[in-house]
């Protein structure tokens, strides 16, 4: 696929099946509040500061994708990056460093509304002290163009949960809105038990689902996983992305979960990022490599 894609083109992409998945979410999309269009691009696991075989170019994959993202054509509204921003250390101050040096690059994105949240990379250790300095709050929502997005965090309790407090905290939110509310949640683990051995589940992800659940216009981002993956629980989909580090093998298919190794003919395979549009109510994916083939 072409790096860069102009608006009519994307549009064209997300109405063919191949890297697009048409999701078709919104099947109240008559009720729903009349939004505007709009782009997002979402990136994942970016595990800044991870050295070894399995990404020999470690040092400039990052920056391949920033620069990836600025060259598309039609720039996202925003971009969100889905948690694992930085590879776990067992130092403090090599965590800041690798959390300010992850700053620096993905300060050279084109677009300037960028959001964030921790992965367990990130915040399990310190239970998210290192990065709420940098990034700030590792649980809240925001709205655009009619669409409300709430981002969860099921990383900083190194238990794997979002606790009673957040879970308090997304019920009280939610009751505010209207049934026929679009929302978007965006997350590091899944919220549902995709494969628990492998620390791919939320230990109290189905509270998450069950609050969910009343909302016909639900749709889940998240990462973690290192891959692509689409799954529903009832009528919510939800969508894991494309590693920037290294792919992980699918969910249960062999004994261990060890990054799938870096092939040389094949560079950067199994890695890039998601573009997400959002077109009257129903949202396309389409995704993007780190670089051509
Ligand atoms: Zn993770």
Redesign the pocket.
């Known amino acids: 696929m072409k790096q860069g894609i102009d608006r009519r083109e994307f549009l064209k992409l997300a109405g063919v099946g191949g890297a697009v998945f048409a999701s078709g979410l919104y099947p109240l999309s008559a009720q729903a509040q009349a939004a505007d269009d709009f782009f997002f691009v979402q990136l994942s696991?970016t595990h800044w500061g991870f050295q070894g075989p399995p990404n020999p170019d470690a040092k400039v994959t990052l920056k391949k994708a920033v620069a990836a993202v600025n060259s598309l054509d039609q720039q996202p509204d925003f971009i969100v990056f889905t948690?694992?921003l930085t590879h776990t250390t067992d130092d403090p101050a090599v965590r800041r460093q690798r959390l300010a040096e992850f700053r620096d690059i993905v300060g050279e994105l084109k677009v300037k509304n960028v959001r964030f949240m921790p992965?367990?990379?990130d915040a399990s250790l310190d239970k998210g002290a290192a990065y709420q300095e940098f990034f700030g709050k590792t649980h809240y929502t925001f709205d655009h163009k009619g669409v409300h997005f709430i981002v969860l965090d099921n990383?900083s309790d190194p238990g794997a949960s979002l606790g009673e407090e957040q879970l308090a905290w997304l019920a009280a939110d939610l009751k505010q809105l209207a049934a026929s509310q679009r929302i978007v949640v965006f997350t590091?683990?899944p919220l549902f038990d995709l494969a628990p051995d492998w620390?791919w589940a939320t230990k109290d992800g189905a509270k998450a689902v069950s609050l969910l659940m009343p909302y016909p216009n639900v749709t889940v981002f998240y990462?973690?996983i290192h891959q692509e993956n689409h799954h529903t629980t009832g009528h919510i989909a939800h969508h894991a992305a494309k590693s920037l580090i290294f792919p992980l093998p699918a969910p249960g298919s062999q004994p261990k979960r060890a990054p799938i190794a870096w092939n040389a003919a094949e560079p950067y395979k199994g890695l890039g990022f998601r573009g997400v549009s959002s077109k009257k109510a129903d949202l396309a994916l389409v995704e993007f490599p780190v670089q051509k083939a």
Do not use: L, M, S
């Open positions: 696991d948690g694992d992965g367990e990379h990383v590091h683990r620390d990462g973690h």
